[in-house]
């Protein structure tokens, strides 16, 4: 097992930038595939970006392309999400997530085994 925990989250004016982090601690940080779903208030959670075990290969939810960064350090067990232009519909709590493998939808929160207890980025308009 791996067990996740978020930081960095706040509240930011619209434009601005956050920095998310994210420590693993458990098993082989390298082995899993990273990634980060966020859930608003009234609404289902949503896929942001997952990054694969070697780093090599990304996909970024449509609503953050251009804006969102992942990147992840093996030897630190440490994954970031460095979050810029950010909107008013960005605001949500942010979840880090973990999986061994997928089976078929990396979009789909059901695919991915291990969650962090969440961080709150508010982004003020």
């Known amino acids: 097992q791996v067990q996740l925990v978020e930081s960095g989250g706040g509240l930011v004016q619209t434009g601005g930038s956050l920095r998310l982090t994210c420590v693993a601690s458990?098993?082989?940080?390298?082995?899993?595939?990273m990634g980060w779903f966020r859930q608003a208030p009234g609404k289902e959670r949503e896929f942001v970006v997952v990054?694969?075990?070697?780093?090599?290969?990304?996909h970024y939810g449509d609503s953050v392309k251009g804006r969102f960064t992942i990147s992840r350090d093996n030897a630190k067990t440490t994954m970031y999400l460095q979050m810029n232009s950010l909107k008013p519909e960005d605001t949500a709590v942010y979840y880090c997530?973990?999986?061994?493998?997928?089976?078929?939808?990396?979009?789909?929160?059901?695919?991915?085994?291990?969650w962090g207890q969440g961080t709150q980025v508010t982004v003020a308009s």
């Open positions: 997530v973990a999986t061994e493998s997928y089976s078929s939808n990396i979009y789909d929160s059901n695919e991915y085994d291990y």
């Open positions: 458990g098993r082989s940080f390298s082995g899993y595939h």
């Open positions: 990054m694969s075990r070697s780093g090599s290969v990304v």
